[in-house]
């Protein structure tokens, strides 16, 4: 009974510890633009993308949860794309990859420069300008990603518990300050379309479900635990961090958010004028810094990582130093040049990259799979089989044929 008992409690860490990397890949960076971005259309229209928006991503990635389980220790994003998609399929998913590495990398450095530019003319009197704050970011969180993964779990951990930290002290503060009548809708409730792209970013998580997936060894129950408990935390705790600032913040007048999107400002920079107190304010300004790092560091290992591979697949060799500059300097200087990378980017690499990848490509690689007639069921055997059948295919795909090409108008 005892050995049961045991069994038991390392299946439940198991699910639960992949639930957290699934929530961790999702909470990040995308706290500090969200709000912001879906300002205009209001809480409760924002709220219900956001709903919708889970629900997609929760979707895909049982989707891929059951493509990978077809080749097991086989599968990879890229091998998945290969095998299914042919060598288009994998080119596609490898330039979509980079796009939003990139684009993500140059939100959070230009993030991370405007954050850095505060302190130091808070502290010192002078500031560093744009340029200049974005090569100290990038020249102090780079040094840290050429350090290795072992250094920057270190530091990712510290940086985690203070961004918890930070937002449940902000959180509690605030939540019985909220203004009831700033809820109320500003525009019509179809504008909350216009803000899922960014929540799409924020839901990112589906490029590491193959490597969930062998971590649990491939146990159906605990794959589907961890990917739905894994997107409801992120789910949840950006709700609460939506209600909080559009309850809390004006919309129009100095200092409201629609002053914060004009200026591509993070949301914590009208969050702190609703504190008198010093420690609220620098909790506001912890948890901005925490979230930009951790994201800029995560990213930014991932990126490293997939480079060294491709030039080893390629059959080319270069130094640490020069991959670690390959990561980190395209980013750098798009961060110079475009000041609100943090709203812009996010939301490119969210109607772009997403819908492609975590969701187009995720429908069009189990349809294949599923219904093909190159993949007989001697080859393919289907130990899980996703909900919805041919129709939620078919809804799902639609949906992200549509962000994508609502991207496009919004561009144009």
Not at 195 to 216: E, G, H, N
Not at 362 to 372: C, E
Not at 380 to 401: D, F, N, R, V
Request: aromatic share 14%; with cysteine; proline share 3%.
């Amino acid at each position: 009974m005892s050995i049961s008992v045991e069994q038991t409690t390392t299946k439940a860490r198991s699910w639960l510890s992949a639930a957290l990397l699934v929530a961790g890949a999702c909470i990040g960076g995308g706290m500090l633009a969200m709000p912001i971005q879906t300002a205009e259309a209001g809480f409760f229209p924002s709220f219900l993308m956001m709903g919708l928006c889970w629900l997609f991503m929760t979707f895909t990635g049982l989707l891929l949860v059951e493509a990978t389980l077809w080749m097991k220790d086989k599968a990879h994003f890229s091998s998945l794309a290969v095998t299914f998609l042919g060598k288009w399929g994998k080119t596609l998913c490898l330039i979509v990859y980079l796009f939003m590495n990139y684009a993500s990398l140059v939100a959070y450095t230009a993030g991370g420069a405007a954050l850095l530019n505060e302190w130091v003319m808070s502290l010192f009197g002078f500031s560093l300008g744009h340029g200049g704050s974005c090569i100290a970011f990038t020249a102090i969180f780079g040094a840290v990603v050429y350090s290795g993964s072992m250094f920057i779990g270190k530091i990712n951990a510290l940086l985690v518990a203070a961004m918890i930290f930070a937002y449940f002290n902000l959180v509690g503060s605030g939540l019985g300050n909220i203004q009831t009548d700033y809820l109320s809708p500003r525009s019509p409730w179809w504008y909350g379309v216009a803000s899922v792209p960014i929540i799409l970013a924020a839901f990112s998580y589906q490029m590491i479900v193959p490597s969930i997936c062998s971590y649990l060894e491939y146990n159906i129950k605990a794959l589907k635990k961890a990917v739905v408990i894994g997107t409801l935390i992120p789910f949840l705790v950006y709700g609460i961090w939506l209600l909080l600032i559009h309850g809390l913040i004006p919309y129009e007048g100095e200092g409201g958010l629609q002053e914060a999107f004009m200026t591509g400002s993070a949301t914590t920079d009208p969050l702190k004028r609703q504190f008198s107190g010093l420690f609220l304010k620098v909790m506001a300004d912890s948890f901005a810094f925490c979230a930009l790092v951790t994201s800029y560091l995560s990213l930014s290992l991932g990126l490293f990582d997939f480079i060294r591979d491709v030039l080893r697949g390629m059959k080319i060799y270069i130094t640490q130093h020069m991959i670690t500059l390959l990561s980190i300097i395209p980013s750098l200087i798009l961060a110079i040049l475009y000041p609100r990378a943090l709203l812009e980017c996010l939301d490119i690499s969210g109607g772009f990259g997403d819908a492609l990848l975590s969701g187009l490509i995720p429908v069009a690689i189990v349809w294949i799979g599923r219904y093909s007639s190159r993949f007989s069921q001697d080859r393919i055997h289907s130990e899980y089989t996703s909900p919805g059948g041919k129709p939620a295919l078919l809804i799902i795909g639609a949906m992200a044929l549509g962000i994508f090409a609502y991207q496009w108008i919004k561009i144009f």
